[in-house]
Structure formats: C-alpha cells, structure tokens
C-alpha cells in the first residue's frame, strides 16, 4: 500500500534551517509529482512546494519562494524541502503528498512533522 513517512522536523530560533524528508513506497515514486503542504493552528492546509516526476521543475507558494527548495531522489524514493531563514510564521505541521491515479485521482498523505519556530 502506498506509504509516506516525514522525518526532519523539530524546533529552531528564527533564521534557522531545517530539511524535512519524505520517504515513499507503494508506488512508482520517479512517475509522479510531489507536493509539500502544511497546516498552521486554526487555518487551512495550504501548498507549500510542488516538484515534477523528473525534479526538473519546481513551484512554491509565494511566502516561501527563496527560502525554501524542493527536491527528489528517485533512486531513494524519497523527497525533501530544505528550509532556511525559517520564521515563526512558517511554524505547522509538514505534510507530504502524492495525487495517484488515471481519471479518478485519489491523494495519499503522509503523517505529518511539526516545525516550531521559535526563540
């Protein structure tokens, strides 16, 4: 069955760096795109990061745009968000995410990491 599991994420004083990891299975990972989402305290899950099959391309959400990068290893099956001059704003829990399927698509999320930023 499919599987994402997040590691990487703890407590930092602002301007500090984190990389979360996202380590997948039950699919063919280098087939699909990853997405990186994250959910504050009393607000929406909102996209955080996007990266194609390939790694090629890349997209953020503006907040994070030069702060954070997304990238993959396929041959780990795992992908990861590198994230500097952290905020305290950028404080929730990470989740990962992959869209499967042909028509009827069904989105798999992992469990989620907690990110505090924090002096």
């Known amino acids: 069955q499919v599987q994402l599991v997040e590691s990487g994420g703890g407590l930092v004083r602002p301007g500090g760096s984190l990389t979360l990891s996202c380590a997948a299975s039950?699919?063919?990972?280098?087939?699909?795109?990853m997405y990186w989402y994250r959910q504050a305290p009393g607000k929406e899950r909102e996209l955080v990061a996007v990266?194609?099959?390939?790694?090629?391309?890349?997209n953020y959400a503006d907040s994070v745009k030069g702060r954070f990068t997304i990238s993959r290893d396929n041959a780990k099956n795992t992908v990861y968000l590198q994230m500097n001059s952290l905020k305290a704003e950028d404080t929730a829990v990470y989740y990962c995410?992959?869209?499967?399927?042909?028509?009827?698509?069904?989105?798999?999320w992992g469990q989620g990491t907690q990110v505090t930023v924090s002096s």
């Open positions: 995410k992959v869209r499967l399927g042909v028509g009827v698509r069904v989105d798999y």
């Open positions: 039950g699919f063919t990972f280098s087939s699909y795109a």
């Open positions: 990266t194609a099959s390939t790694g090629g391309t890349t």
